[in-house]
């Protein structure tokens, strides 16, 4: 899942994700995307080429890239439901945020605490934090990242309970849920400073390029070193069959 920026056929940037070369930079026709929506040749081609890469890939994963400028989305898959893991704790993260913006506690007591949980991806922590947000009441603080995700736009996502504390609080004894475009709309909604000031907005967002060297195996692998692109994103885990 990834949110960027891709115009302008700015070809080498998709190549350095494995995307691309796509399409000759002064190749112009328009093209028509699912749902009605017409964009220019990078966009229009990125949709069948991340077809192909996951078709291809022969696993059961999903993708979409939302291009930031436009709004508008290549997807695989993109409304398909998936196991998020901690991913979904960036909700906690945006409502404690939201709670200190409004005056609820201080930045100081929670800015290790969202720093640590972003860093090294800690369920732990964000258990500390959602009972927080929920002014001590999980359930009253699953209610309001819910409630978040709503406003969000995150119509297929369903935060159940806190990943991997499962039974300490659960609202339907079943497992979180969200697809690939509404990893993106919660980014959007970051990048757009729809929940929050721009300034707080924006401190999320730094932290989420602070991730544990360790831990950067996805986005940030993808990344060239001597890229100018900034990858920020939220981590997140699932058991294998194993256990692991």
């Not at 998709?14 to 093209?31: D, F, K, N, Y």
């Not at 291809?56 to 998936?82: K, P, Q, Y």
């Not at 201080?106 to 500390?128: G, K």
Request: glycine share 12%; charged share 15%; hydrophobic share 40%.
């Amino acid at each position: 899942m990834i949110v960027g920026r891709f115009c302008g056929g700015d070809w080498a940037a998709l190549t350095a994700l494995g995307l691309g070369p796509l399409m000759p930079a002064g190749q112009a026709s328009v093209l028509r995307l699912p749902g009605g929506r017409y964009v220019g040749p990078d966009m229009g081609v990125l949709q069948d080429r991340l077809q192909q890469i996951v078709t291809a890939s022969r696993l059961n994963v999903t993708a979409a890239i939302l291009d930031l400028s436009t709004g508008v989305t290549a997807e695989a898959g993109g409304d398909t439901w998936r196991y998020p893991g901690c991913t979904l704790n960036m909700l906690v993260l945006m409502s404690v945020v939201r709670d200190v913006v409004n005056g609820a506690y201080p930045f100081e007591y929670v800015n290790a605490d969202i720093a640590y949980t972003i860093r090294n991806s800690s369920a732990d922590r964000s258990l500390q934090l959602l009972r927080l947000t929920g002014g001590g009441d999980l359930a009253h603080g699953v209610e309001k990242v819910n409630a978040l995700a709503a406003e969000l736009g995150m119509t297929s996502t369903v935060y159940d309970h806190v990943p991997a504390f499962g039974h300490l609080y659960s609202v339907a004894n079943g497992p979180n849920l969200t697809t690939a475009n509404d990893a993106n709309r919660l980014s959007a909604g970051l990048w757009n400073h729809a929940m929050l000031p721009p300034d707080w907005s924006q401190y999320l967002i730094e932290r989420m390029t602070q991730v544990k060297p360790g831990l950067n195996y996805l986005i940030p692998a993808g990344v060239p070193k001597d890229a100018t692109a900034i990858a920020a994103h939220k981590n997140g885990y699932l058991q294998d069959n194993s256990g692991t």
